[in-house]
């Protein structure tokens, strides 16, 4: 990797530079919907009052996802925000394999295919059942099973994880349904497919970055071993615990698909398994206890000898899983990876739920770092409890360690996240998110004076919305109501785009903010190198700023 060329127009800050991601802070209408707008943030407003700002587009295309109908999220936020570029991603990676037929082609898929065929064994599919398109998508799943069809498989069962998240927090059934009548439309003398478990995917098999391994131990129980409660379809286990437990899709319990009391989807030696998620964060470790010989983080009962494959490698480095359908795009000329080689010392901190956002997706999915003598990694262990009971979660713990890695004047970049915006916001309780915002505020009155203190400048952003549209609205823009009255909450994402702040107190009349309307999260990276004192490379979006 080559360093960075010294620009001949910007001279560099002498403090550091600090980017900070507001998660899920989104720009959007000041409505009934908007957490961020009914929030009281004195010190956001002062900043989009009395500093330049510019709309960052964080959705689709902007961001390498296949169509501007769909939304942004955190991992493609963070690729694009640390590489400067934009990159085909998971959705769309996957979308071309199929339609290509390279997936088919490819020597997992067929590994996966005749194991089962010579075995007479099942051939099982577990991901996240919707078509939200952030974590996967229904029309890969499908396409897979009807392909496994033609090419001969005898037996599929499939274990759903419903979400209530990416799509309406209601709407597993739009989605059960039809998919049941699909199974049962293949099923032939020769050609047996089943739902066969499923529940909540924030109660069972998605957790991410270690925070919670009992999710992933009650999703073993659930689809390997069939333990659990037992019902007779898919759609009876959504209905019946629904109307016990009052729960949204992302909370509903386990379950379990039975006939004459015993599960019909097991996973036994000889199987294969596809994980049919295309986003790694939360594939890893249900990817680990498939794949890991030796394992610690839970008591498996029964380890079955199984063909495993995950729909991407959701980790380069580590290669897990060891076997994938479709390759990963290669993320390269990060900015880590140019700062490192220019010498430039760097901090990433964040607590667990973001840690790896600002480490693994902002340097091109990839686990290590660049050079362990320039960049410093700090992680704030996230609580485990719902995120709507405590929605401050750890910014102020954040916060003290950005000021006490600021005052050190060690480092010369520094990144970010407080995931209050987005982690309170997929709860879809208002005024737990309110509160998030609330206490994220008070968190940048406190950071930005010592940014102040050390000359520095801060870039303060957002890799998507989510917050900002806190409940469902019609085509005018009208809320949703449920048949009780209240508002129809809205757990997901959204299309809108984020502010791009330049808090800086000191050198603003030496470069001026270009606006614009086509710029996008791959913008903020050739800005942070020009205010370091750096020409961005060539491949980078070009810099919000200039002389």
């Given at each position: 990797m080559t360093m960075l060329k010294k620009s001949p127009l910007f001279a560099g800050v002498e403090g550091p530079v600090v980017t900070i991601v507001m998660d899920g802070v989104g720009l959007a209408a000041d409505t009934d919907a908007n957490a961020v707008a009914k929030a009281r943030t004195p010190m956001l407003d002062k900043l989009m009052a009395s500093y330049p700002w510019v709309k960052l587009k964080a959705h689709g295309t902007a961001v390498g996802l296949p169509s501007d109908d769909d939304m942004g999220n955190s991992e493609v936020g963070h690729n694009a925000l640390g590489s400067g570029q934009v990159f085909a991603q998971g959705a769309k990676l996957v979308s071309n394999s199929i339609e290509s037929g390279k997936m088919f082609s490819s020597a997992t898929w067929q590994t996966l295919v005749e194991n089962v065929k010579t075995t007479g064994s099942t051939l099982h599919f577990l991901g996240l059942f919707s078509d939200g398109n952030v974590h996967s998508h229904i029309n890969h799943l499908e396409a897979m099973i009807r392909r496994a069809k033609i090419e001969g498989v005898a037996k599929v069962r499939v274990h759903i994880l419903l979400d209530g998240r990416d799509v309406g927090e209601t709407s597993?059934?739009?989605?059960?349904?039809?998919?049941?009548?699909?199974?049962?439309?293949?099923?032939?003398?020769?050609?047996?497919?089943k739902i066969a478990s499923g529940g909540g995917r924030m109660k069972i098999t998605m957790d991410r970055y270690e925070a919670d391994w009992s999710m992933v131990e009650l999703g073993w129980k659930t689809h390997v071993l069939g333990e659990g409660r037992q019902f007779a379809s898919a759609h009876e286990a959504v209905e019946t615990l629904r109307k016990e437990t009052g729960a949204i899709d992302q909370d509903l319990p386990p379950f379990v698909i039975g006939e004459n009391g015993k599960a019909i989807g097991t996973v036994e030696d000889g199987d294969s398994v596809?994980?049919?998620?295309?986003?790694?964060?939360?594939?890893?470790?249900?990817?680990?206890?498939?794949?890991?010989e030796v394992f610690d983080k839970f008591d498996r009962v029964r380890y079955p000898k199984v063909i495993y494959a995950g729909m991407l490698e959701y980790d380069g480095d580590a290669h897990i899983p060891s076997r994938y359908l479709v390759n990963p795009p290669e993320i390269t000329n990060t900015m880590g990876e140019y700062l490192a080689a220019s010498g430039v010392k760097q901090a990433a901190v964040s607590e667990t739920q973001k840690y790896g956002h600002v480490t693994y997706f902002w340097n091109g999915n990839r686990s290590g770092k660049f050079d362990d003598t320039l960049e410093d990694y700090f992680e704030i262990r996230s609580d485990i409890v719902p995120f709507e009971q405590r929605p401050w979660m750890k910014c102020a713990e954040i916060t003290d360690k950005l000021i006490e890695l600021i005052?050190?004047?060690?480092?010369?970049?520094?990144?970010?996240?407080?995931p209050n915006g987005d982690m309170v916001g997929h709860t879809g309780n208002f005024l737990a998110t309110v509160v998030s915002l609330e206490a994220l505020d008070l968190q940048l009155a406190r950071l930005l004076p010592v940014i102040d203190e050390m000359k520095g400048v801060a870039i303060i952003t957002a890799d998507h919305g989510n917050s900002d549209e806190m409940y469902e609205t019609d085509k005018k823009g009208n809320v949703k109501t449920n048949k009780d009255g209240s508002f129809k909450a809205k757990t997901s994402h959204t299309l809108n785009p984020v502010p791009c702040i330049i808090y800086?107190?000191?050198y603003a009349d030496t470069y001026k903010v270009v606006e614009s309307d086509e710029y996008g999260l791959a913008n903020v990276a050739a800005t942070t190198v020009n205010l370091l004192g750096y020409e961005a490379p060539d491949m980078w979006n070009k810099s919000i700023i200039t002389k």
């Open positions: 597993a059934l739009e989605y059960v349904d039809p998919f049941e009548a699909l199974l049962a439309s293949l099923c032939d003398d020769s050609f047996d497919a596809i994980f049919f998620n295309f986003r790694g964060d939360r594939a890893i470790e249900i990817s680990k206890a498939f794949d890991e005052r050190s004047g060690e480092y010369k970049y520094i990144r970010a996240n407080f800086d107190n000191f």
